[in-house]
């Protein structure tokens, strides 16, 4: 048993689970059989086995909780997520990046308004809590003040950041106009307002959307201002072949954005590189040497972006953590799904590459790692996350191996990376708060939010869809109403709206 130095009276909360298979994933990747663990007030204050743990803590607690042989892990953290993109979710399906972003979201982010930002990241939070997710990294949204909002009531741990963008094709009229000090400016009053508050769960990063919409002076003046106050950024590097070329033509190096942004001693600990596909074996070894972290996100990649090299990361030491992205780009915002998919998807890519298989690439152990310290990494919150340990934050995940879709139970694992979905993973805690509780977010009526929130962007949605040629179908027939959807002339037939006729054919 480990027990921490009491560092005042026990007169604090104390929560204490038993009976549990806990899976660390500390340093020497323990996991007890019949274990316990026993949280103070936000933090982890014993770990051990069960029967020490309720002999020393079971007078002391508020709560004792018998979890009859399910999991405890920590918390899963997500290291690429569009919170803010949460209700366009179907609107650019099977389309290349260019048109995704010129021609679907970025008409889309680009009207939205606080509130709708709020709405979104409420609805997305759900879904990663349902996921196991208790602390993510934004990748850029326009509205940080309705993400923060959104993340304090669901009690979630966040790094968030603004989408950035001072040049470049493609950018809607209101966004064509910022200037770099405006940019920069606007992400330094974000820091002082909302860094380092909702007990400390939320921090602000700074963004950078990509490349080809920054300039040189962006890229310098991001960099220096993340060291002066000491946070991280988070970038999405070397998703498309197209990328790559554009910086190559018109930034004067051989190969592409990692090769540049070396160049001008952009890498650094504190960057946070999204998808990082399209980068060869000497930019690897760039990313390596500066301590970049690399958030892989194999559902999007697959749809859009091509296969990363995690393998090569991963052996050069890379920091490779796992991201959902948003949810037009995945449509599915579980990390469970990831999970499985990242370890068959490096697998297949041995195939393909090599000629021969090779079962042993991205192990369960390591993707586990993925999600959890390495997560912890990626976001710069180690010390306090990504693994259950004494004096760490008390951000646990309980998982119920006794269903259909894990049984029979062999490797703990094995099992986690291979068998389990969203549907086993029953309670949520992060900062010392259960957050979901039998599969029931805690501070919000989910099916009540979902359907009225959806309802109360409905007349954005409508205005600034339909004027843009982008009328989402799927979010109208969400609503319990349809074919009748509101207007600002009162409800009308789905019939008598300006749905562009190439819309017209969607099933949904």
């Not at 660390?24 to 996991?31: A, E, G, I, K, Y």
């Not at 993109?85 to 260019?98: H, K, P």
């Not at 042993?360 to 996350?385: C, F, Q, R, Y």
Request: charged share 20%; glycine share 6%; aromatic share 6%.
């Amino acid at each position: 048993m480990e027990e921490a130095k009491a560092s005042g009276s026990f007169s604090n909360s104390f929560i204490l689970l038993h009976s549990a298979t806990i899976v660390t994933m500390d340093p020497h990747c323990r996991v007890f059989k019949n274990g316990a663990i026993v949280v103070q007030n936000d933090r982890i204050t014993a770990i051990g086995q069960s029967p020490h743990i309720l002999h020393e803590y079971s007078s002391l607690c508020d709560q004792i909780v018998d979890l009859h042989g399910r999991i405890l892990l920590p918390g899963f953290i997500n290291t690429h997520v569009h919170t803010s993109q949460q209700l366009a979710r179907g609107i650019a399906d099977d389309v290349d990046l260019m048109t995704w972003l010129h021609g679907r979201i970025w008409p889309y982010e680009s009207n939205m308004s606080e509130e709708d930002s709020y709405i979104s990241t409420l609805l997305c939070g759900i879904e990663l809590i349902h996921s196991g997710v208790t602390c993510f990294a934004e990748a850029g949204g326009q509205h940080v003040p309705g993400m923060a909002r959104a993340v304090e009531l669901l009690g979630l741990r966040a790094c968030l950041s603004q989408s950035t963008m001072d040049s470049g094709e493609g950018l809607p009229a209101s966004w064509g106009i910022r200037t770099t000090d405006q940019c920069i400016q606007s992400q330094k009053e974000l820091y002082k307002k909302y860094h380092d508050t909702a007990d400390g769960r939320i921090r602000i990063w700074l963004g950078i959307r990509q490349i080809m919409n920054s300039t040189d002076q962006l890229l310098l003046e991001t960099r220096d201002t993340a060291k002066e106050l000491k946070t991280g950024i988070h970038m999405h590097v070397a998703e498309i072949p197209y990328e790559n070329k554009l910086v190559k033509d018109t930034r004067g190096v051989d190969h592409g954005t990692v090769t540049y942004l070396e160049k001008i001693e952009f890498l650094q600990e504190n960057l946070l590189a999204a998808h990082s596909v399209w980068v060869n074996g000497t930019e690897i070894d760039f990313l390596s040497r500066a301590g970049v972290k690399v958030s892989h996100c194999p559902a999007a990649a697959m749809r859009m972006l091509g296969f990363a090299p995690v393998r090569e990361m991963l052996d050069a030491g890379i920091c490779v953590s796992l991201g959902t992205d948003g949810a037009p780009s995945n449509n599915r915002m579980s990390i469970v799904d990831e999970m499985y998919l990242a370890s068959l998807l490096n697998k297949g890519r041995e195939v393909y590459l090599n000629g021969a298989t090779n079962p042993t690439a991205l192990p369960a152990e390591t993707v586990l790692k993925m999600v959890t310290i390495n997560g912890a990494k990626s976001v710069l919150w180690d010390k306090e996350i990504g693994s259950l340990e004494i004096g760490k934050k008390a951000d646990i995940i309980v998982v119920n191996p006794l269903s259909w879709t894990m049984a029979p139970f062999h490797d703990c694992i094995s099992s986690l990376v291979y068998c389990m979905r969203t549907e086993n993973i029953e309670s949520v805690m992060c900062n010392g708060c259960w957050i979901m509780e039998d599969q029931r977010v805690l501070h919000v009526d989910e099916i009540w939010d979902l359907d009225m929130n959806i309802m109360r962007v409905q007349l954005n949605l409508l205005t600034w869809l339909v004027e843009g040629l982008l009328l989402t179908r799927i979010i109208i027939k969400s609503l319990s109403s349809w074919p009748y959807v509101p207007t600002k002339s009162g409800w009308l037939h789905e019939s008598k709206l300006a749905i562009p006729h190439c819309l017209r054919h969607s099933p949904i």
